[in-house]
Each structure stands twice: as C-alpha cells, then as structure tokens.
C-alpha cells in the first residue's frame, strides 16, 4: 500500500488515434517521478467488431493494428524507467497482441518485458451459450454469431500488476477500468471501498478518450477557443490515495485544461450522473467538486461510489449481410437539383432494396434518415459542391454489388456533370447487448512466454 500519487498517462484514446500521442506523455511520466503507468484505451463495439472479422481472416490478427506504431517509440523508455503499460489493445487477440510486443521488444534490443494476458471477457465458446441464452431471452441468440464479449472489470489488472506485470493486455476490459486497476494495485485499496474506486473510476474516464479532455472535442473556434492542437497534449491523472484526482498535461504541447472542458468531458455517455454503471463501481457525480488548481491543471474530488453491479454488459456480434455503399459527386449550377434527381433515379432502378439511404453530403447527411423522410421534405437548395452517397445493409452479396454498378452507371446515365464515382462492398456486423452474471464470467491472467509455457492464474 503507498501513500505517494500515482501518475497514468494516456497514450491513446481509440484505435486509429495519432501514434505519437505517446512520446512526449511517457517524458512527462519520466519527469514527474515516483510510479507511473502508460494506458492505451483502442476499443469500442466496432472496433472489437472489425478485430473479431480480422481474425477470422487471419488467426494471427485481430488485436490494435497500430500497435506497433504506438509502442516502438515509447517501449523502451517505459521499461527503463519502471513504467507500466496497461491497455485493451488485445481486441479479439490478446495472446497475439503479446507475442507481437515480446517480439517487439526483442527487435529493438530491449530486455524481455514480463507480459501478462488477461483472459475471459471472451464468451464465444460453446461453455457459455446458456448463460448467453438466459441473458438474451426471449430473444434467440444469433444463429451467426461471431463474438460474445463481457466488459469486464479492474482487479484481474491489479492482480496482474501486483504479480509483477510491466505490461497488461486485455481484451474488452472498460475503458475505466484500465486506470482502476493500476490505482487498485498501487494503492491497496480494498476491494469494496466505493469512493476511492469511484474517484479513479472517474479519473479513467477523463483519460479514456485521450485528447478530447485537453480540448480536443472542446474546440469551437470563435466560442470554444483550444490553442495549438495540431500538437495537443493526452491527458495525465495524478491519482491520490483518496481517490481524488489532477488532470493535467505534458508541458509545452498544445491544448487546454480548464473546469468548463473536465465537466464536458467528466458527463460524456454518462447516462445517469448520480449512477454510472461500470463493472467496478457505481459511480456518484452528485457531489463532486471541479476546481481549478493551475494553468492546466483541474482537481476532481468528491466523486462517491456505490456497490458495483451484480452483472456485466456483454456485446454479442454476429454476421448481418453486407453494407454496400456508392458516392458520386455533382458540382456548379444546380449541383444540388442533379444530386437530387440522381436520387430519384437509384431510389427507382433499386426499388427491391429498402431502406435505401440517400445522403447529399454537405446538404443532408449527418441529419438525414436511413428512410430518406427528413431529405424528402427538405426544399432544394443552391448547394453548388454535393456528394451524393448511396447505402443499404444487405442480405445478399450480388444486390450489394449491384448498388455500386447502379451509382456508376450515373456516371452517363445521367444526370448531367456526375463525377468521382466510388463503391465499396464489406461484411457487416450487428450488435445486441445483454447482461450475464459476472459470477458466469471467470477472470484469470497469464504471463506470456510461449503457447506451451503459460502459467493461468485465477482471479
């Protein structure tokens, strides 16, 4: 158990995000002394949706595809320096996420770093259909099920640490819970004791989404003023023993930290304030407390917590046919009038595919509707510069292809002045939710040295 904060910075707030966010976050670690972990927060329903569809492609894959990229530039300062690194980029593919980074390590001349996988958010075997059929009822589950995966929670990651990890790979751990478990092993926490874990809860939740919390989804210019984001700052907790937290930034990176962007950011998807569900807590904002304490630098406090819940959320993927999508763009005099008979023209020659979504990108898109009602209604106007983009969800391959030739074919069918054209074809997955007793999801961890030399521990 210390006293002494804990510092964890983050290295990444979704998969896909800039791969030298890293850098100068770890120099700030280095810098602040005293313990520190590096998280990397790479998953969401899609993104684990596109690991699961990759590793069917290749038993190899399914794990953060920039891993590489966001570790070599960092790994060998954060294993000098006594940095952990805890992070959900294992996706579908934990184990090769961690033979990926042991090989990493090894190509860069680096002493082998103690990895440990934790396992069992994955649900997909046979051993959990009935818990999947109980939490699904009287919904079926799936007849193509393709992934069933649990957000589980913080204290297989402490055990992990606490057993002497330098680097954590989970798969669906939430997103929180990559801060949790490092405050819950450095701290000694017990593992009932709400507030404190409520506080750090709420710290990962800042951290979780990188740059948004240092102004990055802030930024409104002309209202919203955030200077210099074309280098902006990741966040960095500075995690105390109470639970309470700092939220600051590396010195001299852009961005900003102020209480009006932490309060935006602290109320981001929380669906209730006063109960926040996670898998380690129930997290209270109806007292906490934002308090400016420097330039950059904003204190959450007060932040109470309540038993965690019974269950788990689990996200069940499984084939859904094909999205097929077409563009084609129409620009000067009455741009918008030709995009908008060229709809007409789709809408008829692919009468058999409903709905059928029509978007003229830059008049009606973000606000338009899968039903095309919103874009009907709407007047037409004088846009001068459209992208007319076409797009349905798919049973059948050939009718997907054929939304693609039928946009192409615009391009002398008429309209006039059509130009750009492009399509793309690819598998989809649907999504259900449901919630499964975290009692039917046993946790363990192993630390990785070969396929044949793991060692499961329990938790």
Aim: aromatic share 6%; charged share 20%.
């Amino acid at each position: 158990m210390s006293r002494q904060p804990l510092h964890v910075g983050c290295g990444a707030g979704f998969s896909g995000d800039r791969t030298d966010a890293a850098g100068p976050v770890v120099e700030a670690l280095i810098a602040a002394g005293g313990p520190a972990v590096l998280i990397f927060e790479t998953l969401a329903e899609r993104t684990l949706a596109i690991a699961q569809l990759a590793r069917r492609a290749d038993p190899q894959a399914g794990y953060e595809p920039l891993l590489d990229e966001m570790l070599r530039p960092v790994l060998g300062r954060c294993l000098d320096a006594g940095i952990r690194i805890v992070s959900n980029f294992g996706a579908a593919n934990p184990t090769g996420a961690a033979a990926r980074i042991a090989a990493l390590a090894a190509e860069l001349g680096l002493r082998p770093p103690r990895i440990a996988v934790v396992a069992g958010d994955d649900l997909t075997a046979t051993a959990y259909r009935p818990a999947l059929e109980a939490a699904l009822a009287p919904a079926p589950v799936p007849a193509r099920m393709v992934s069933a995966n649990a957000y589980i929670g913080a204290e297989v990651i402490a055990d992990a640490l606490s057993a002497g990890a330098d680097i954590v790979v989970c798969g669906r751990a939430a997103d929180p819970s990559l801060t949790v478990g490092p405050a819950l092993w450095h701290f000694g926490w017990a593992r009932d004791d709400w507030d404190r874990i409520a506080g750090a809860t709420m710290a990962g939740h800042l951290l979780e989404c990188g740059a948004q919390v240092t102004g990055g989804y802030y930024a409104d210019p002309g209202l919203k003023d955030v200077p210099g984001l074309d280098q902006v700052g990741y966040p960095i907790a500075e995690i105390h023993d109470d639970g309470s937290c700092v939220i600051g930034k590396p010195a001299g990176t852009g961005g900003r930290i102020d209480t009006h962007i932490v309060k935006e950011q602290l109320l981001y998807e929380v669906h209730d304030p006063n109960a926040y569900l996670t898998p380690d807590v129930v997290a209270d904002l109806g007292q906490a407390a934002v308090t400016q304490v420097g330039p950059d630098r904003v204190r959450l406090s007060g932040v109470r917590g309540h038993a965690r819940p019974a269950s788990l959320k689990v996200n069940v993927c499984h084939e859904n046919g094909w999205l097929a999508e077409g563009e084609i763009s129409y620009a000067g005099a009455r741009a918008e009038a030709r995009a908008r008979l060229a709809a007409d023209i789709l809408r008829s020659r692919l009468s058999d595919i409903r709905p059928l979504r029509i978007d003229l990108i830059g008049v009606s898109s973000i606000l338009g509707d899968d039903a095309g009602e919103w874009f009907a209604a709407e007047p037409v106007g004088n846009a001068r510069d459209v992208r007319l983009r076409a797009a349905a969800n798919v049973m059948d391959r050939k009718q997907a292809e054929r939304l693609g030739r039928e946009v192409f074919a615009l391009h002398t069918c008429g309209p006039a002045g059509a130009g750009g054209g492009r399509s793309a074809v690819r598998a989809r997955l649907a999504t259900v939710s449901c919630l499964v007793p975290r009692a039917k999801v046993p946790l363990s961890f192993s630390f990785f040295a070969s396929p044949a030399g793991n060692t499961e521990v329990p938790t």
